[in-house]
């Protein structure tokens, strides 16, 4: 009972903090995840039994140019492709190589192009356009929290066909549908309560971040095996670390963002 309310104070405080960066202002929002993003790249460096300071300096780096100056539209798109192509490639890793440890010879790429340049495209999801939309990154939160906890509330009640039991042993098929249709519903909510984009779009994201986040959710599954540990740190009690959290839409924001971009094209 005490575990279950220190959980659940840690997870409030969490998304507390997080809903009121990303509504205070932009440079805030950026701000947060640059300090997070600190955290999950120590996290990461642990599980993957590395230790490179020079990482920070290009996490640093990357988020000055893309994330707060936005300095070159063209240089976004190319990092974009190659982040969207590496972590396709880390899916691949996923689903075709069987053998603990995997990953071993990419650690670098896997830390600059999975971690830190995804959270980049994580910081301009909200931009996507040329304008400050902080409903949109809730949204997108809101999708992927969706998603996360129906996924688990009707895999462990109805769940019966494993996911991945190699990697994750508590996923299962029924509990992926059942989170893509809550987060699908979501969706609708979320269309009818900020009247931005139209419930199309929204409907799209649902799918990409149900998708690509339990993919991203399993790779980190992965990780934390590959390692021999549970979770991948200890800053929220009950939760595990920060990359814990983050795991899902740091995987699936590149994808979001490209989708965005197209519908921008596209409209």
């Keep these: 009972m005490r575990e279950s309310i220190i959980r659940a104070i840690s997870g409030l405080l969490y998304i507390s903090i997080l809903v009121v960066s990303i509504l205070s202002s932009e440079f805030i929002f950026i701000s947060l995840f640059f300090l997070i ?3 999950c790249l120590l996290e990461l460096e642990k599980l993957l039994r ?3 300071y020079a990482l920070y300096a290009v ?4 988020f000055i ?3 707060y100056i936005k300095f070159d539209a063209n240089a976004t798109l190319v990092l974009l492709c190659i982040t969207i192509f590496v972590n396709l490639f880390l899916a691949k890793d996923l689903l075709f190589i069987k053998k603990i440890p995997v990953f071993e010879k990419k650690k670098y790429i896997i830390l600059i192009f999975y971690l830190i340049s995804s959270m980049v495209f994580l910081t301009l999801i909200p931009t996507y356009s040329g304008t ?3 409903e949109l990154i809730v949204g997108v939160f809101v999708l992927i929290w969706t998603n996360d906890t129906f996924a688990y509330i009707v895999g462990k009640n109805f769940g019966k066909n494993k996911l991945y039991k190699q990697i ?3 996923k299962t098929i029924e509990g992926f549908i059942g989170g893509m249709i809550f987060s699908c519903i979501a969706g609708y909510f979320i269309y009818y309560f900020t009247h931005y984009l139209n419930f199309q779009s929204w409907l799209g994201m649902a799918i990409i971040l149900s998708i690509f986040g339990t993919i991203g959710d399993l790779i980190q599954s992965k990780f934390k095996r590959q390692a021999g540990v ?3 740190g200890k800053l929220m009690p009950g939760h595990g670390g920060l990359f814990d959290r983050l795991d899902s839409i740091i995987f699936s924001s590149p994808f979001v963002y490209a989708y965005l971009l197209i519908l ?4």
């Design 37 to 39: 993003g600190f955290v």
């Design 50 to 52: 590395l230790k490179s």
């Design 59 to 62: 996490h640093a780096l990357f």
């Design 65 to 67: 140019l893309f994330s």
């Design 132 to 134: 400050f939309r902080p």
């Design 168 to 170: 994750s042993p508590n």
């Design 230 to 232: 549970k979770d991948s």
């Design 264 to 267: 921008n094209y596209v409209s």
